[in-house]
């Protein structure tokens, strides 16, 4: 017979055993009381035993057909089970950004002033603890230059044309802004004349990404309700062999840079 919970566990159930097994002719003895968990009060045990002697009597059944069950009773260790607590994971901070686009269109180089992107401090929550930053950089170059010849015959020349990017903190960021245009080339020039020369590079689309530096100094500006600001410059030169002079005209670039801070909310 298993064992059932002691809170269950009534007289009735003791009860219902004896009747049937008068009706099987066998008597039920109720011998060895169990430690468990479950428990029966120590009263109803006793009073189960004086009615199943009494059932077997009343029918003149020998003592030799009997059968024992083991009936739970309480004790001092009794306990109910503990219940096992949940336990709910904790929920990860959700990471949030901030995106600020700054443009320059065709813009004389050296770029002055510098493009400056950046942040207000108020573009961060309270709290925000801010954990890197990317850079998108577009850029477009267009140069014009001009080469002499002041010969009596004609000239083929070599020239390279150049135009550098640099971004500062350059100790925010882990590599260096790429320069957009290293263009060689080749051109003839008639004897005593001069030409010009056009060249418009194709997209220059870079991305840096920020180092500890940005995360620590940027948060310090943040908590000390400072703007965030990033500054792209930008420079150009030329190069000219076997010509009689050479000049760069001019140089434009625009520019279309996106910055994007990532940060999380405490809990």
């Known amino acids: 017979m298993r064992n059932v919970n002691g809170m269950q566990c009534k007289l009735a159930f003791v009860a219902n055993i004896a009747t049937i097994a008068v009706m099987l002719g066998v008597v039920v003895q109720v011998v060895s009381a169990q430690e468990t968990s479950y428990c029966l009060p120590t009263e109803e045990v006793r009073f ?7 059932l077997a009597e009343s029918v003149g059944l020998p003592a030799s057909m009997s059968m024992q069950i083991d009936v739970p009773v309480c004790c001092e260790k009794c306990t109910e089970p503990t219940p096992t607590p949940s336990t709910t994971p904790p929920v990860p901070p959700q990471i949030q950004f901030s995106l600020v686009r700054c443009v320059y269109d065709d813009k004389l180089v050296p770029w002055i002033p510098p493009l400056r992107c950046g942040f207000h401090a108020d573009a961060f929550p309270a709290g925000a603890q801010l954990l890197e ?9 267009k140069v014009n230059a001009t080469m002499k010849n002041a010969k009596d015959t004609p000239i083929t020349g070599e020239y390279t044309l150049c135009v550098f990017n640099s971004v500062e903190p350059a100790e925010w960021f882990n590599a260096t802004c790429p320069d957009n245009l290293k263009h060689v080339d080749n051109v003839t020039v008639e004897p ?23 995360v ?15 500054e792209f410059k930008t420079d150009s030169e030329m190069y000219a062999r076997r010509f009689s002079g050479a000049s760069l005209d001019r140089a434009l ?7 994007m801070v990532f940060y999380t909310l405490p809990s």
Not at 216 to 230: F, K, N, P, R
Request: hydrophobic letters at 50%; proline letters at 3%.
């Open 192 to 214: 005593k004349s001069w030409a010009q020369v056009y060249f418009e590079s194709e997209p220059l689309i870079a991305c840096l990404e920020s180092t500890p530096s940005f």
């Open 253 to 259: 670039a625009c520019g279309d840079v996106e910055l």
């Open 133 to 141: 930053a990317v850079i998108r950089l577009e850029q477009v170059v």
């Open 48 to 54: 189960a035993q004086a009615n199943l002697t009494m």
């Open 216 to 230: 620590e100094e940027a948060q310090a500006l943040v908590d000390a309700g400072e703007d965030v600001t990033v």
